[in-house]
């Protein structure tokens, strides 16, 4: 990992509350090793926002990172006024990624909300080695959503109050979905909530699968211990360490 | 005629460190497994996680929230215990290139001995120990000594009776008369004192009704504190004549100087560690040119050097 005053490319909102920024780090493209992977944002120089804004990568093309967010507070409005030749001061990579043992197994990803970064990263690195896969992209509402919903092209979007795609979460998709599928394996990232939903449906099928988890923390680089997840184990993971990545059966909700 | 470089040494007790500008418990690991972008040689001091007898696994999340230009934590003393710190993290010391002090915490007194006393028992590349009576974020031991001059008196008295190196007494600020407690160290044999530990403080979540992390009480750190943490080391410095190490806040080297004037004698970073953990080799640089600029030949010049109004 390094730490990098890199030039922002392009900073646009891509949906209602969601922003694309592309950023210039080769420091940082040489180090990516894949989808789930993620950096940590310094948005001003002062010391009133003290901490990074950790941001899953959503693509690494060349020397250009791109990030997905969302604006939910004053650090994130602050971060959609900065432009394109600004500069923006990024740490990483940080964390692991996703391991997807694809001749075994059909993949499913399910992005929630601004899960959706490290989601879209991973399907199109699996499309580049031409591996088929079902995505899964749920928000609340049809604003939120960017894509389009194309259930012949194995992308489906849910909506909570039915605007596009499925009316529904997530869960309903996947049960849908999961009608027609042999030896799937779930790739999903979203808050709390959909994961642990996920979880208990997954374990009661008998179907593996790899959570990419959200946390707050301070440092992003297993020091300050903050990001704890409990474990199966009496114990916890830090997410940005033994993380952001871990099956679905390593990590407890409850 | 000047030196280019400027002389930066400080002494603590008996021990010599490179530069005044250590890392603060719980903000550098045990001073390994960091990123590679981080030069520790530029630093005086690591002071390590807070090492207590058992191996603890912390608090439940959250654990960690940021506030106005602070943080609240409540990490609840997570570390892996003197046993696995004697095998697994001490060797590394031997090729490290700064001064190591090892942060200790506890349960009871006992446990604060049983920990000083292996450690004791197996290195001498250590140069001491940062006792930790002042973790707001456990139920026993921590805060319940520092807040209390007698305990913290007891417990110094025991474990000045078990080492020779450098025994520095973490203090807490959440206490009615700091000033006492440094006394009740002072005349324990403590050699010097830090200050201060993180000020208990809570944050509040409106939708969830809860707060906004899982132990409630949490510490609170960052610049917000430098107000409470220059107040507590001055009023620290007018009681006591051992040395103070200021913690709180610190992000640069003008707020080095700060805390010098104040009486500190050296200091610690903490809470910068984790936006750039390399931030001690910046401050050491713009500590350095502060010295240049006004012409000062050591910091030590700067320390108590305040004017008051009377």
């Given at each position: ?25 080769s ?85 929630g ?36 919903h ?6 489906f979007?849910?909506?909570?109050d ?24 779930i ?6 909530p ?61 | 005629m ?51 007898y ?112 450098l ?16 006394e009740?160290?002072e ?18 979540d ?19 504190i ?20 200021g ?62 109004y009377?």
């Amino acid at each position: 990992m390094i730490i990098d005053k890199s030039e922002i490319i392009e900073n646009i909102q891509i949906a209602d509350g969601i922003w694309q920024m592309v950023f210039k780090s080769s420091g940082i493209a040489d180090r990516y090793l894949g989808a789930g992977q993620f950096v940590s944002i310094l948005v001003d120089d002062n010391w009133e926002h003290p901490i990074r804004r950790p941001m899953s990568i959503a693509d690494v093309k060349d020397n250009k990172v791109s990030i997905i967010y969302k604006v939910f507070g004053s650090v994130t409005q602050s971060l959609t006024q900065l432009k394109s030749e600004d500069y923006i001061d990024v740490l990483g990579p940080l964390g692991n990624t996703f391991n997807v043992d694809y001749n075994l197994i059909y993949p499913i990803l399910i992005g929630g909300g601004i899960g959706l970064s490290p989601i879209l990263n991973l399907s199109k690195s699996l499309a580049q080695k031409g591996i088929g896969v079902t995505t899964i992209i749920g928000a609340k509402t049809s604003n939120e959503h960017f894509l389009q919903h194309n259930p012949n092209n194995n992308m489906f979007l849910c909506t909570d109050d039915g605007t596009v795609g499925i009316n529904g979460t997530v869960i309903e998709a996947l049960n849908i979905v999961l009608k027609d599928i042999k030896n799937p394996k779930i790739f999903a990232c979203g808050p709390e909530p959909m994961l642990f939903s996920i979880q208990k449906m997954l374990d009661k099928k008998s179907i593996p699968g790899q959570f990419s988890v959200e946390s707050c923390m301070a440092c992003g680089m297993g020091i300050c211990q903050g990001c704890a997840i409990p474990n199966n184990n009496n114990g916890y993971h830090l997410v940005c360490k033994a993380g952001p990545v871990f099956e679905t059966n390593e990590v407890r909700f409850d | 005629m000047r030196l280019d470089l400027t002389d930066l040494t400080c002494k603590i007790g008996s021990v010599k460190f490179k530069n005044p500008v250590f890392t603060a418990s719980g903000t550098f690991s045990y001073g390994n497994d960091l990123p590679e972008f981080v030069d520790i040689s530029m630093l005086g001091a690591i002071i390590t996680k807070s090492i207590t007898y058992e191996l603890r696994v912390g608090n439940p999340p959250p654990r960690i929230v940021e506030t106005p230009s602070g943080m609240l934590n409540s990490i609840g003393l997570a570390n892996i215990g003197v046993n696995n710190f004697i095998k697994d993290i001490i060797p590394l010391y031997k090729n490290i290139d700064t001064k190591i002090i090892v942060n200790i915490a506890g349960s009871t007194n006992d446990e604060y001995i049983k920990v000083l006393k292996d450690i004791e028992s197996v290195s001498s590349d250590i140069v001491g120990y940062e006792i930790n009576i002042s973790c707001p974020n456990v139920e026993h031991g921590g805060m319940e000594l520092g807040v209390d001059a007698k305990l913290s008196n007891k417990l110094i008295t025991e474990l000045r009776k078990q080492t020779e190196k450098l025994l520095i007494v973490k203090l807490t600020p959440n206490v009615t008369d700091i000033s006492k407690i440094a006394e009740a160290v002072e005349e324990a044999g403590a050699d010097a004192i830090s200050a201060i530990n993180t000020v208990i403080g809570m944050g509040i979540d409106i939708v969830k009704r809860k707060p906004t992390i899982y132990k409630t009480y949490a510490g609170l750190s960052g610049p917000a504190i430098k107000p409470i943490a220059l107040a507590m080391v001055h009023k620290i410095s007018k009681t006591v004549s051992i040395p103070i190490i200021g913690i709180g806040g610190i992000v640069n080297g003008e707020n080095v100087v700060e805390f010098l004037l104040a009486g500190a004698s050296a200091i610690q970073i903490g809470t910068a560690n984790f936006r750039n953990p390399n931030v001690g080799e910046i401050i050491v640089d713009e500590l350095n040119q502060y010295l240049k600029e006004n012409e000062i030949l050591h910091y030590s010049e700067l320390i108590g050097k305040l004017n008051l109004y009377e």
